[in-house]
């Protein structure tokens, strides 16, 4: 069963550095997310992006964030200088319609 | 906003029934998931309702909705110690296609 792939596991940065989190989603799905969970609190919405743009972000996708689905397969995020409380496990989810998410193993960001 | 409960730990007997229980705020909730996560694993979408229904079953799997009091359970038939996991229970509402809103989540425990 195709699932969504998520790279690196674990990802451990210095604050102020530049971060890109990779997912690819299942092949013949057209929606994509990005999910985040701090220790200890709920799962929170990111973005939602599809036909290669966004189409809709929440409070905390601020400027420091960005997605970009550079070629037919993968879905990245970036986030271009990181602070201490981006610490968080990042979800990405894909979706053949909107009204089905199938989400990734994530990746751990660890800022120091 | 959608805003999701759920309570925070649930143990139960090997061979017995769970239920787990969710409240939502947003009465225009379309869709209501449960997702299971496993330990060091990703969220996996165990089964969705939409608001039409009040029932839907799926093998050991029985999830209620009582759109009235905003209420929905998921109730796992013959529990086994492979349902030990985090269950979250999340919704969609009508404004906001694609954005998933998750509960704390409910951790359940099963004891031989």
């Known amino acids: 069963e195709p699932e969504v792939t998520q790279t690196p596991s674990h990802q451990v940065t210095q604050m102020g550095q530049e971060v890109i989190l990779r997912c690819v989603p299942i092949s013949n799905h057209l929606y994509f997310y990005w999910y985040r969970q701090i220790l200890g609190q709920k799962v929170e919405f990111l973005v939602s992006?599809?036909?290669?743009?966004?189409?809709?972000k929440s409070e905390i996708f601020d400027d420091q964030f960005s997605v970009e689905r550079p070629d037919g397969s993968n879905f990245t995020l970036k986030i271009r200088s990181t602070k201490l409380e981006d610490s968080a496990m990042y979800f990405c989810?894909?979706?053949?319609?909107?009204?089905?998410?199938?989400f990734g193993p994530g990746t751990r960001l660890t800022v120091l | 906003g959608e805003d999701v409960e759920q309570s925070l730990f649930l143990s139960v007997r090997e061979g017995d029934s769970s239920v787990i229980n969710c409240t939502y705020t947003d009465s225009s909730s379309t869709y209501l998931y449960w997702y299971k996560q496993e330990p060091g694993a990703g969220l996996q979408l165990l089964t969705y309702i939409f608001s039409n229904m009040d029932m839907k079953q799926d093998q050991r799997l029985t999830v209620l909705l009582n759109k009235k009091d905003k209420h929905l359970s998921l109730r796992i038939a013959d529990t086994q110690t492979g349902d030990s996991a985090i269950y979250f229970c999340a919704g969609m509402t009508t404004d906001s296609w694609g954005k998933l809103q998750f509960g704390a989540g409910t951790q359940v425990v099963v004891t031989p």
């Open positions: 989810a894909s979706g053949r319609k909107t009204d089905t998410q199938y």
């Open positions: 992006f599809y036909n290669n743009e966004i189409s809709e």
